[in-house]
């Protein structure tokens, strides 16, 4: 069951990296607790909730395919998270 480990450690990092990138920009940009940056950062924490709901669900019929979606779906809100952090900037 590796992979499920490395798939909730990919979970953490990468919204974990968007979240800190987030503080960075803000950072640069002397925008401190901006609307754009805390709207992102909720983005962020409601994706990994779900995320991790999702696979923690045990009632799936191919496990593997399931567990393919959530990684698939992480890269996806991923790319849009960051898409929204590179307008900020």
């Given at each position: ?9 990919d ?5 974990g ?12 940009n ?37 567990l ?18 590179n307008?900020?900037?």
């Amino acid at each position: 069951m590796a992979s499920i480990r490395d798939l909730k450690k990919d979970i953490n990092y990468v919204l974990g990296d968007i979240i800190e990138a987030v503080y960075l920009a803000e950072a640069a940009n002397d925008k401190q607790d901006s609307k754009e940056g805390s709207a992102i950062i909720d983005s962020a924490i409601t994706t990994f909730d779900e995320l991790i709901a999702k696979v923690n669900q045990k009632d799936v019929e191919n496990r593997k395919k399931h567990l393919d979606g959530v990684r698939a779906e992480l890269e996806k809100k991923a790319n849009g998270l960051i898409e929204k952090l590179n307008k900020m900037a």
